[in-house]
């Protein structure tokens, strides 16, 4: 099954300058920017510049450049706010995946969430 890209989902527009962001971080293939409703203390989206839907479809078909300056970029955000394991406290990735996951944004997306203790991710089923 082949992913269809939504060129009219908000991070599209945050990516041609239609909407405005803070942005954390900028390279040639990943825009890294505050969350406008943050978690927590520290709550940065990280994207892809590329046209991807969610982190299967980026490890699939994004080019080895893409992927090495997205992890890089995320690594270099934890170190930088303090929010690495072993400098800081620790922190939370999360990445939402279609409906099951409760995707919001059909753009592929890294939530880095720090600064205080998340709590259980997912409750136990009865």
Do not use: W
């Not at 971080?25 to 203390?41: C, G, N, V």
């Amino acid at each position: 099954m082949a992913y269809a890209y939504d060129d009219q989902n908000i991070f599209a527009k945050i990516l041609r300058g239609e909407i405005p962001n803070k942005t954390v971080t900028e390279t040639e293939h990943t825009l890294a920017f505050e969350d406008i409703r943050p978690q927590a203390p520290v709550h940065v989206l990280v994207i892809p510049k590329g046209p991807y839907v969610t982190y299967d479809h980026f490890a699939g078909e994004a080019s080895d450049a893409e992927i090495v300056d997205f992890n890089r970029v995320v690594a270099r955000i934890c170190q930088d706010l303090g929010v690495t394991a072993d400098a800081g406290q620790g922190c939370r990735f999360i990445s939402n995946a279609g409906e099951h996951g409760v995707q919001e944004v059909p753009h592929y997306h890294l939530h880095i969430l720090g600064g205080r203790r998340m709590g259980r991710m997912v409750q136990p089923a009865d």
